[in-house]
């Protein structure tokens, strides 16, 4: 029901993002990344849900990062925009391409789209992604590959984080804390979706990793602080 009137309210407004992405895909990618955060932020509001951010000041200065996040519910992607005080991008599945208006702004922030049934596809996205890291763009994945619906974490694919290891970049571990509430979970009224930005984990501290122990790490961190609350 939360998200049928979602968008319903968002029927008044979806001819102006529509329009909004169309002007804006020949922009920088900074300016069209601005442009996805407002509207990311009004989204937020409209859901009735209030937004905090802690730890922001661990993002590192330097572009070109891989933040590693749980995935919680329906909005995680407009949390994430509207939080980041940094362009990002992200990595998705491919079936998010016949999503309505929301496409548009996918192409726009240049989101890395990918099969995540073909091995063949999977292993050319990691290729992609140690490519673009490596260029100094900053990238989202969720390594649990589905939503939880709750404050619990699934396991975490470890090959999400390969390209990372890859490009040798800072790895960021973000903990999203309440976000399913947003529009999952029917009973829940006025939501704080937390975002919370960890200390990142440097090359020089993971190279001697194996990829399975750096997403073991990076998983373990982000539990404590949903542990925390």
């Known amino acids: 029901m939360k998200k049928f ?4 309210k968002l029927g008044l407004y979806l001819p102006a993002v529509f329009i909004s992405a169309i002007q804006s895909r020949k922009q920088p990618f900074k300016v069209r990344f601005e442009l996805a955060k407002a509207w990311s932020a009004m989204i937020i509001r409209m859901s009735k849900s209030k937004l905090t951010v802690e730890g922001a000041n661990n993002i590192p200065l330097q572009d070109g990062m891989l933040f590693v996040v749980n995935h919680q519910g329906s909005v995680d992607g407009f949390v994430l925009l509207a939080a980041s005080p940094v362009p990002i ?43 673009r890291l490596s260029k100094g763009h900053n990238m989202v994945i969720f390594p649990e ?3 939880s619906y709750g404050n619990t974490m699934g396991e975490f694919k470890a090959g999400a984080l390969k390209a990372g290891v890859n490009a040798k970049v800072p790895i960021v571990p973000v903990a999203l804390i309440d976000s399913y509430k947003a529009l999952d979970d029917p009973k829940a009224k006025k939501v704080i979706i937390q975002v919370h930005y960890l200390q990142p984990i440097h090359h020089e501290e993971y ?3 194996t990829i399975q122990q750096l997403a073991d790490e990076v998983r373990t961190r982000i539990m404590y602080e949903l542990e925390k609350g």
């Open 5 to 8: 009137w979602l968008w319903i």
């Open 145 to 147: 590959g589905t939503r």
């Open 89 to 131: 991008s992200a990595v998705g599945k491919i079936e998010s391409k016949k999503i309505p208006f929301m496409n548009v702004w996918y192409k726009n922030l240049d989101v890395l789209m990918f099969d995540r049934h073909s091995v063949k596809d999977s292993v050319a996205m990691v290729g992609k992604l140690t490519e």
């Open 207 to 209: 190279q001697s990793l």
